[in-house]
């Protein structure tokens, strides 16, 4: 081998090298940024499930109050009218039925946002939501599970976030799957 050869070998070594290195500083600073999005979606996450919580609070505490007052007026109003205004008193009753409509809404919205059962544990949450499931679908829920509350209580929210997984697959199920049966497994 010529020296002009051997210097060219030198030189491809070197630069070699220095695209090793590279590639490597590139891939740890990847790596980094990979863990700091992890970082960012989890305490988004948790800010977003925070503000799920602080929003049902709310809702239970005021709006719910609000519409047990504004039922007991109705109601009150109701039976007041019944020998001395008819057309009053059955717009009144319609008023009832509405309000009567509207508080299992609300509940089901409070419980979308932020399932109080979660509260006594990721079992009997699981339990509740696929009992709730099955009576709204009417599709039959199978759960197999090896995992104790916790396993997950000790991870911190990961109890609530496979909770939220196993909502918007059941949700998916129901209007997807057309399914007879649902298995879920952990």
């Not at 008193?89 to 399932?115: M, S």
């Amino acid at each position: 081998m010529g020296s002009q050869t051997l210097a060219q070998l030198r030189n491809n070594i070197r630069q070699l090298k220095y695209e090793i290195v590279e590639r490597k500083r590139v891939e740890e600073a990847w790596q980094h940024s990979r863990a700091q999005l992890r970082e960012v979606a989890a305490y988004h996450e948790q800010v977003k499930e925070d503000e799920r919580k602080r929003i049902a609070r709310e809702i239970h505490d005021d709006f719910s109050q609000n519409q047990l007052v504004l039922r007991i007026a109705a109601s009150l109003l109701h039976e007041r009218t019944a020998s001395s205004h008819s057309r009053l008193h059955q717009k009144v009753g319609q008023t009832l039925e509405h309000i009567d409509a509207i508080i299992p809404a609300v509940q089901v919205i409070i419980n979308n946002l932020r399932p109080a059962v979660l509260d006594l544990g990721l079992d009997a949450a699981i339990e509740s939501q696929l009992r709730e499931f099955e009576r709204r679908t009417g599709i039959r829920c199978i759960l197999q599970s090896q995992v104790a509350d916790a396993d997950f209580e000790m991870y911190g929210n990961r109890a609530t976030a496979f909770f939220r997984i196993l909502q918007e697959s059941l949700t998916n199920v129901a209007r997807h799957a057309q399914a007879t049966e649902v298995r879920i497994q952990l």
